[in-house]
Each structure stands twice: as C-alpha cells, then as structure tokens.
C-alpha cells in the first residue's frame, strides 16, 4: 500500500494534505471526537457557537484560552515536519488543515490554508476586518483570567474562528475548492470527515479524478471512498510516506 501511494505522489504535478485535529494529536493537542475528544467533556454549543459568545462571552474566552495554554506548549511532531519535507521537494504542495493550532506553519509548511481560522487571532465583532494577533503571553493565554479582549474601537474581540452555524470565509474556501479540482493526489489525515463543507472536499477531489488516501488510526465516513488507506498515527506514516517518494 504504502509504495503505490509513494508512486503517486512521486508522480504528482500537484499534491494536497487535508489535515483534522488527528494530525495534531500525537503533538498532545486533543482531538474533538473519539473516546478523549473535547466534545466527550463539553457541548459545543456552549462554546462554539455565536449564540454561546453572546450568552456568555467570558465563558467563551476562558475555554479559548484554556486551549491557547495547551497550543503554547506543544510543538509540531513528525507528522507535520513530513508534511512541510514533502511540500520542500515537491512542485506544488498545499495543506488544507481544520486546525487552527498553527503547528503546519511551525513544522514549516509555507503554503497553508487554515480553514477554522487560527486561535491565536481574535477578530472585531463590530469590524469583522479588523484582526488583532495575540500571540502566546500575559492574559491571552490565562483561562483564569475574566477579562474581555477589545478591539481598538472598543467593541468586543471574539476568537478568530469558524464556529458551528458559521459559514468559511468565501475566498478561503474557494481557494480550497481549487486545490482539491487541481490535485493529482489528495492525503486525508486525521479527520473524522464529518464537518461540512470541508468534510465534501473529498468528493469533489475524487470527482476531479484525483487519487484519495486516507491516513488515520480508525475508519472514518470517508474511508469507503479512498483508493488507498494507510491505516496507522499521522507521526509514524507521514515520515515513512516521505521516505519512500
Ligand atoms: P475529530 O476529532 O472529529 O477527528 C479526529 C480524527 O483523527 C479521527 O478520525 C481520529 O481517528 C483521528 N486520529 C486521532 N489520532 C490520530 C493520529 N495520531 N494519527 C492519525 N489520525 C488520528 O477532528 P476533525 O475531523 O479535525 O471545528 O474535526 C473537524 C472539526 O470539528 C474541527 O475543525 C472543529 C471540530 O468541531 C471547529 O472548531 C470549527
């Protein structure tokens, strides 16, 4: 399985990593689903919805920065710095990832499409176009701390990402949507498949005539629909796909 996936990369004009919360795991960053996942533990539509932000902003930002704290501590594993090897020695590679942990940009991937926004960003609520970058220190990252970011203006920040109920930003997603028209090779990695509408890129790759693999631990709802599945963590088979091309 994997030499015939090796060959197709090597073979690629173009090459592009779908990335999920998976690919982050072995870095100690949870995933959402699964046994350990944040959504075992809390309800999403308490935190990650813009209804939840108006209810109860402080709650919002506390949980934001609680994860802000585990992201400030992590580091890329060797998942992602495969990945950003790959996109070195290859003409045209791209990441497409759901997280927004920031850990591709880290490993050294340059060519990045975050799809959920990035948590270390926080955006006006009056002003969606006014983006203030919050890197990991002082209160950004204390999920003890009650305190409510504000934009220049005054208004609220609330955190930079798509929440459920929210559409992508239109220039993201067709930028993703021709990555995955225009890709020879498309690698799945540790996502559940199951948010939409990045969980129909798949489809419209394979659509496309491009060849699906799937990297993750377990079946997922897109497993049915790969020519290949490398079954096993993204920090083990990602260096060894990129050995073997
Ligand atoms: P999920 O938590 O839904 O799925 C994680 C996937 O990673 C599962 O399929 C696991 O089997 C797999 N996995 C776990 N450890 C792995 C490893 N070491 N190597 C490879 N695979 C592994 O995460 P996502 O699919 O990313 O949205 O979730 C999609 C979106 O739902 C997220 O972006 C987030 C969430 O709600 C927003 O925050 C908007």
Redesign the pocket.
């Known amino acids: 399985m994997l030499p015939a996936v090796a060959d197709a990369v090597r073979a690629a004009r173009s090459v592009v990593a779908l990335t999920?919360?998976?690919?982050s795991?072995?870095s100690g960053v949870p995933?959402?689903?699964?046994e350990e996942?944040l959504w075992r533990s809390f309800r999403?539509e308490d935190l990650?919805t813009a209804d939840a932000f108006a209810r109860d902003p402080s709650l919002v930002w506390r949980w934001y920065r609680w994860r802000r704290q585990i992201i400030a501590g992590v580091r890329p594993n060797p998942g992602h710095v495969a990945l950003a090897r790959l996109e070195a020695r290859l003409p045209r590679f791209t990441v497409l990832t759901?997280?927004?942990d920031g850990l591709h940009g880290l490993a050294g991937s340059a060519s990045v499409v975050e799809l959920?926004g990035n948590i270390w960003r926080a955006r006006c609520t009056v002003e969606p176009g006014r983006i203030v970058d919050e890197r990991p220190s002082g209160p950004s990252c204390s999920p003890d701390s009650n305190e409510l970011p504000r934009c220049g203006c005054g208004a609220l920040l609330r955190p930079d990402?798509?929440?459920?109920g929210e559409t992508l930003d239109a220039g993201v997603l067709a930028q993703a949507a021709e990555a995955v028209r225009t890709c020879d090779v498309l690698l799945i990695?540790?996502?559940?498949?199951?948010?939409y509408p990045v969980a129909a890129l798949p489809e419209a790759a394979r659509h496309a005539g491009a060849t699906l693999v799937e990297?993750?631990?377990?079946r997922?709802s897109l497993t049915v629909i790969m020519d290949h599945v490398l079954r096993g963590?993204?920090?083990v088979v990602l260096p060894a796909l990129d050995a073997a091309v």
């Not at 995933?31 to 699964?34: D, M, P």
């Not at 990695?189 to 948010?195: E, F, I, R, W």
């Open positions: 999920g919360a998976g690919i795991a072995e995933t959402f689903r699964g996942g999403p990650a759901q997280n927004v959920h990402i798509v929440w459920f990695v540790g996502t559940s498949g199951l948010v990297i993750n631990v377990a997922t963590p993204a920090g």
